[in-house]
């Protein structure tokens, strides 16, 4: 019977040591700071002035540059711009063409015409 009790012990032991573990890996790891209340608006979350070429897609009111790249996706989306072979292909229509300046960017290129387009 002795080692009927040894056992359920190593068992208990086991569950309560596991249980412990992740309380004290939990303290090592480096605190994040809560954002604080009142702060000045990050770079995605500042309003921007877009240029005309590129007000024609998103609208001529000063926009955050997260929702441009959104309501950009959208327009692209919506009429079917994007290559169907490479989907990281984005063919520019007439509206495009101006903000992007050629018939073709990448998606990654995307936000560097953007940016050249919001003030």
């Not at 573990?21 to 608006?41: F, R």
């Not at 024609?56 to 919506?78: F, L, M, N, T």
């Given at each position: 019977?002795?080692?009927?009790?040894?056992k359920?012990?190593?068992?208990?032991?086991?569950p309560?040591?596991?249980?412990k573990?992740?309380a004290?890996?939990?303290?090592k790891g480096?605190?994040?700071?809560?954002?604080?209340?009142?702060?000045?608006?990050?770079?995605?979350?500042?309003?921007?002035?877009?240029?005309?070429?590129?007000?024609?897609?998103?609208?001529d009111?000063p926009?955050?540059?997260?929702?441009?790249?959104?309501k950009v996706?959208?327009y692209?989306?919506?009429?079917?711009?994007?290559n169907?072979?490479?989907k990281?292909?984005?063919l520019?229509?007439?509206?495009?063409?101006?903000?992007?300046?050629?018939?073709?960017?990448?998606?990654?290129?995307?936000?560097?015409?953007?940016?050249?387009?919001?003030?």
């Amino acid at each position: 019977m002795a080692t009927k009790t040894t056992k359920k012990a190593d068992t208990k032991a086991e569950p309560e040591a596991a249980a412990k573990a992740p309380a004290k890996e939990a303290g090592k790891g480096k605190k994040v700071a809560a954002p604080k209340t009142g702060d000045k608006p990050n770079a995605l979350q500042k309003p921007l002035q877009p240029t005309p070429e590129l007000g024609a897609i998103v609208g001529d009111k000063p926009i955050p540059r997260g929702e441009v790249v959104s309501k950009v996706w959208d327009y692209i989306r919506k009429h079917s711009l994007q290559n169907p072979e490479n989907k990281r292909e984005i063919l520019a229509d007439d509206k495009l063409k101006k903000v992007f300046g050629k018939d073709k960017a990448t998606m990654f290129e995307m936000n560097k015409y953007l940016a050249q387009h919001l003030k």
